[in-house]
C-alpha cells in the first residue's frame, strides 16, 4: 500500500487496513502460541535427522511483519504501510566429520507494497546461501567459500542486518585457524548485490579482503579483536563516481566484565586509502558499558554508549568521511535505523526489563549530531540524505525515542514497537522537516 492519503476519506480507509491487518496478526499469534508445545516441523526435521544418521539437518525461518512508516525520508518519499514477509528454507548435508555442504533458499516479498518494491524489501525465491566447509572439530584447520550470511564482532564492520526484509548475504572465501589462546580469520568477501526479478550473481568489484583475528581472554577475562580490511570498488562511475575506491581499515576492539558486574566493549578504527580521487584519512571509535540490576524482583539490562565516525570538512583536501564498511546497523543509530556510521556522534541507552521468562520490554532513547557541519548526514546504507556544504544548519541531527516488546513461546517470537524521531537544527533546515515514525506488529519461526 506504498503511499498514505492525506485526505479524510483515505484515511479512514486506511484505519479500517491498519485495524484489520492488526486483528489478523494478532490472530495468529494467538494460535501460534497455543500451538508451539507441539511443533509438527521440528518433528519433522528430528526424525530427518536421525533417518540420515545424522548427516542431514533442515533449517527453517517464516517471518511476518507488519510496519508503518511516516515521515520517510523526513518527509521526501511517500508514507509506508506494508506487510513484509520472508521465508527460508536450508540443509545441511554432512557426509563425514571434516566436510559439510550448506544450501538455503529465500523468498522475501512485500505484497501490498502498490509498485514494484525496492530490493530491500522483495527478492523472490533466490539462492541465499550455497557454501562448502571442510574442517572439523578437533582441526585447527577450516576452510570454507561460497554464499553465507557473515557476522564479525559486533557486526560494525561487517555484519548482517537482519530486520531487513532482504537480509544482507556475502560471497566468500575464508581461510581459519583456531586453538584455545586465538582465531586467525584471513577472509574475501563481497556484499551479493540484489536483483528482484532474476537470480543474485556474484559481483566481485565491490569487496572487503583482509584478516579478522580474536584473541580470548587475554587479561583478566577480556577479550580482544584485531583485523585489518582493505575495501575495494572498481566499478568506475557506479558505486563511486569518479576513480575507485580503496580504502584501508585498521581496527581493535577490547571487552570484557569489570567488578560490580558490569561489562565494557571498546573498539577503534582508523581508514587509510583513497575514495575516488582523493586520499582517505578517518577514524570512528565505539564505547559502552553494560549492567544487569534488578528493581525489586524485576531483572532489568542497562546499557549506554557513545560512537563517533569522522566526516570531511569543508575545504580539505583529502576524504576524512568514514567508510562504514558491511554492518549489521539496526539498533544501533534508533530502532528507525534511519542512520549510518559515517559524520556522525551517537549517544544512546537502551532498558530491557524482562517482565517474565518470555517477556521483555525494550527502551531505546538516541541523541546524534554531526561530527562535521559541512559535510552530509548518511543513511543507514551509506547514502547521503542531506548536505549543507557551507555548514551552516548546525550539527544536531535530532533525538528518537524507542519502545519495542518481545515475546517468546516455543520456537515463535512476537514483536511490536514504535518509535519516533525528534529532530535537531541540521534536520529542520536541510530536509522537509517531518519527524519520521514507525510502527510495527511481527511474527518469527525459527528452526535451527
Not at 194 to 215: A, I, Q
Not at 217 to 233: F, K
Not at 264 to 287: C, K, M, N, P
Not at 347 to 368: G, H, Q, S
Request: hydrophobic share 35%; aromatic share 12%.
Amino acid at each position: 500500500m506504498g503511499g498514505i492519503d492525506s485526505d479524510s476519506e483515505a484515511a479512514e480507509g486506511h484505519m479500517r487496513r491498519t485495524t484489520c491487518l492488526a486483528g489478523a496478526v494478532v490472530l495468529l499469534c494467538s494460535s501460534l502460541v497455543v500451538q508451539a508445545q507441539y511443533d509438527p516441523v521440528r518433528r519433522g526435521a528430528d526424525a530427518l535427522h536421525e533417518a540420515s544418521g545424522g548427516k542431514l539437518s533442515l533449517h527453517l525461518e517464516e517471518r511476518t511483519r507488519w510496519e508503518e512508516k511516516f515521515g520517510v525520508t523526513f518527509g521526501k518519499d511517500v508514507n509506508q504501510q506494508d506487510m513484509l514477509s520472508r521465508l527460508r528454507i536450508g540443509m545441511d548435508y554432512k557426509p563425514s566429520s571434516w566436510v559439510t555442504i550448506s544450501g538455503m533458499g529465500q523468498d522475501a516479498r512485500a505484497p501490498f507494497f502498490g509498485k514494484p518494491a525496492p530490493n530491500s524489501l522483495r527478492d523472490m525465491i533466490d539462492l541465499h546461501e550455497a557454501y562448502v566447509d571442510f574442517g572439523s572439530k578437533s582441526s585447527p584447520i577450516d576452510f570454507s567459500f561460497g554464499r553465507r550470511m557473515l557476522n564479525y564482532g559486533e557486526t560494525r564492520v561487517i555484519g548482517v542486518p537482519q530486520w531487513s526484509n532482504v537480509a544482507r548475504t556475502y560471497d566468500f572465501g575464508r581461510l581459519e585457524y583456531s586453538n584455545k589462546r586465538m582465531t586467525l580469520d584471513a577472509l574475501m568477501i563481497s556484499p551479493v548485490i540484489v536483483k528482484t526479478d532474476s537470480f543474485n550473481k556474484p559481483e566481485l568489484g565491490n569487496r572487503f579482503w583482509g584478516t579478522y583475528d580474536v584473541f580470548p581472554g587475554v587479561w583478566r577475562g577480556s577479550s580482544m579483536d584485531v583485523y585489518a580490511l582493505r575495501h575495494s570498488q572498481n566499478k568506475i562511475g557506479g558505486w563511486t563516481g569518479k576513480g575507485t575506491l580503496g580504502t584501508n581499515s585498521f581496527g581493535a576492539r577490547l571487552y570484557g566484565p569489570l567488578p560490580g558486574k558490569f561489562a565494557y566493549s571498546l573498539e577503534g578504527i582508523g581508514q587509510t586509502g583513497h575514495a575516488g580521487l582523493v586520499d582517505q584519512r578517518a577514524y570512528a571509535w565505539f564505547a559502552g558499558m553494560t549492567k544487569s540490576v534488578k528493581v525489586g524482583r524485576l531483572p532489568i539490562d542497562l546499557s549506554a554508549e557513545f560512537k563517533e565516525a569522522s566526516g570531511s570538512r569543508a575545504g580539505s583536501s583529502h576524504s576524512a568521511t568514514f567508510d562504514q564498511m558491511t554492518p549489521a546497523n539496526h539498533d544501533k543509530f534508533g530502532h528507525q535505523d534511519l542512520f549510518g556510521w559515517r559524520n556522525l556522534e551517537t549517544f544512546k541507552t537502551l532498558e530491557t526489563a524482562k517482565l517474565t521468562k518470555a517477556l521483555a520490554l525494550n527502551l531505546m532513547y538516541t541523541n546524534e549530531s554531526l561530527f562535521s557541519a559541512s559535510d552530509s548526514v548518511y543513511s543507514s546504507s551509506g547514502g547521503k540524505i542531506a548536505t549543507d556544504a557551507k555548514g551552516k544548519s548546525g550539527r544536531h541531527v535530532g533525538q528518537e525515542l524507542d519502545a519495542f516488546l518481545t515475546v517468546r513461546a516455543g520456537r515463535n517470537t512476537f514483536y511490536a514497537g514504535f518509535g519516533h524521531f525528534f529532530k535537531g537544527e541540521f534536520i529542520d533546515k536541510t530536509t522537509s522537516g517531518i519527524n519520521p515514525r514507525y510502527f510495527y506488529i511481527a511474527q518469527q519461526y525459527v528452526l535451527k
